[in-house]
């Protein structure tokens, strides 16, 4: 069944799309996920979400071990028919070598973050938590937003339960020796 002013891919075929059909789709929007076959579309983001993802951003840059590089908005194959895009991944640099690469291996991502978004709080939340954790990345980021101030929810994989751990809340100061050491004023919005 087609709607005569909706592309067919809208609809997802039986069984849902797959994580290599995002490459194919034409006229695809940008920063499309899918999640569970289904194809999930960005909505505009508020002033917040995007100074909360620069901040981070710059701050990540600044204490990477030069092993590891942060990227911005990269889909992320979780399994078949998963391919979340998180707000920031940290991956390992040996996985920049195809500069054309349009997604990353769950394998290749030590660290991934969401800034939670109104219209996604129930993704961000528990759904993507849960695809990253059985995809077996070791840690997760969720921020939150705190009367315009980014607070910082630290997780790590528990190996035994294959699911999250909370290892820290952050509120003014982000400074974590895990996955690697950290240190980002996040009062610094202000700034942005």
Do not use: C
Not at 124 to 143: C, T
């Amino acid at each position: 069944m087609t709607h005569p002013s909706l592309p067919d891919w809208v609809f997802p075929p039986p069984g849902g799309h797959s994580a290599e059909d995002l490459d194919h789709i034409p006229g695809l929007p940008a920063h499309t996920e899918l999640i569970d076959g289904s194809l999930v579309f960005a909505s505009p983001q508020a002033s917040f979400h995007t100074r909360a993802l620069d901040l981070l951003l710059y701050g990540l840059r600044r204490t990477l071990p030069g092993h590891l590089r942060v990227r911005r908005e990269m889909s992320v194959v979780t399994g078949p028919s998963q391919r979340p895009e998180p707000d920031l991944s940290v991956i390992r640099a040996s996985a920049e070598q195809d500069p054309g690469r349009t997604f990353y291996r769950a394998g290749d991502v030590l660290l991934v973050v969401e800034v939670v978004s109104p219209e996604s709080r129930e993704r961000d939340r528990k759904r993507k938590p849960s695809l990253y954790a059985e995809a077996g990345i070791p840690h997760f980021w969720i921020v939150e937003n705190d009367s315009g101030r980014p607070v910082v929810h630290a997780y790590q994989l528990d190996e035994v339960t294959h699911s999250y751990v909370i290892i820290g809340i952050h509120h003014e100061i982000l400074k974590t020796s895990v996955p690697f050491d950290v240190g980002i004023d996040l009062t610094e919005i202000d700034l942005l």
